[in-house]
């Protein structure tokens, strides 16, 4: 496979900027951004800065497509997806490798339904504490992208991707089990992201608190009995190493749910407390703890702006 050339992104959240921008740091515009006609405008109005430096990132709409991409990267909230694969329609090619960084696990199946499971590869990220205010990202620990090829480790689109990692210093793991990873990350979220916006608790609350971590244990718990009765390799070992991953993390930073349940924004809690609720319905497993925390953040997100009742 051809070495990477034309990258493109949809959205510029915290972790599409900051990855973005590691990108275009070593290789000036060589990520460009799909947007819309009013995302367009708005970004020319304000520009976007990660870590305090100024990133005027190449903005194209779709009708403006010239030419298909090598690489897309979709890095939107979970209620975007759909219409980020309606953006990328221009841009995807025979030989277009499609990389989905959302939180969850049902992101790749949503786009294969549309552009065939052979262009894409698995992926998400971890310890990364970016964060987004407003048109400004900051992090202090990147994180890496966990990526791989469901049927083959070694696939030439993998390696095409770990070149282009390696050439802009981009931060990465290729596992073997690249699904057992994206479960495994999936749990986090489900346990980590919920808790933490219920609570208003940055990851602090969880290096100081034990009733916020076994809140946590709780909910991963429910994932851990789906996960294992389809198959995948998770154990009790993994959620105990959760400890560990978040202890490293700074103590003011704060999950992506969290930071969307601050700017009264609509969060991923249909990505993971509802789906698992529908998993353990699907496969006969109880899980209260997903129903109540599902219903916690249904409630948060319809009092936003909401100071007396």
Not at 25 to 53: C, M, T, W
Not at 200 to 207: D, E, I, L, Q, T
Not at 259 to 288: C, H, M, N
Request: net charge negative.
């Amino acid at each position: 496979m051809d070495p990477i050339q034309k990258v493109y992104l949809v959205g510029l959240g915290a972790v599409g900027s900051a990855y973005a921008a590691k990108m275009n740091e070593a290789e000036p515009d060589l990520v460009k951004v799909i947007v819309d006609q009013q995302r367009f405008a708005a970004y020319q109005q304000q520009e976007i800065r990660v870590n305090g430096k100024p990133c005027r990132f190449p903005l194209v709409t779709p009708e403006q497509a010239t030419e298909k991409a090598d690489l897309i990267l979709i890095a939107v909230k979970g209620h975007h997806l759909a219409e980020a694969i309606t953006l990328i329609r221009p841009f995807v090619g025979e030989k277009t490798i499609i990389m989905s960084l959302l939180n969850g696990i049902t992101s790749e199946e949503e786009i294969g339904k549309v552009y065939g499971a052979e262009k894409l590869l698995h992926a998400f990220v971890v310890s990364t504490d970016a964060t987004r205010e407003g048109r400004s990202t900051r992090y202090s620990n990147l994180g890496r992208i966990v990526f791989g090829d469901k049927d083959d480790p070694t696939s030439p689109k993998v390696l095409a991707v770990k070149a282009l990692f390696d050439r802009t210093g981009v931060p990465y793991t290729i596992p073997p089990d690249i699904l057992r990873e994206l479960w495994w990350k999936f749990m986090l979220n489900v346990g980590l992201n919920q808790v933490s916006a219920i609570l208003k608790a940055p990851y602090g609350v969880f290096h100081k608190v034990k009733e916020a971590r076994e809140l946590m244990v709780l909910a991963c718990q429910e994932v851990l009995q789906i996960a294992q009765r389809m198959g995948i390799n998770l154990t009790t070992a993994d959620i105990d190493g959760y400890h560990e991953v978040i202890g490293q993390l700074a103590p003011e930073g704060k999950t992506s749910m969290l930071q969307d349940v601050e700017a009264g924004r609509k969060t991923e809690v249909e990505s993971f407390a509802w789906t698992v609720v529908a998993l353990g319905e699907k496969y006969g497993i109880p899980t209260p703890v997903n129903a109540c925390l599902g219903r916690m953040i249904a409630v948060l997100e319809q009092t936003y702006g909401l100071d007396t009742w």
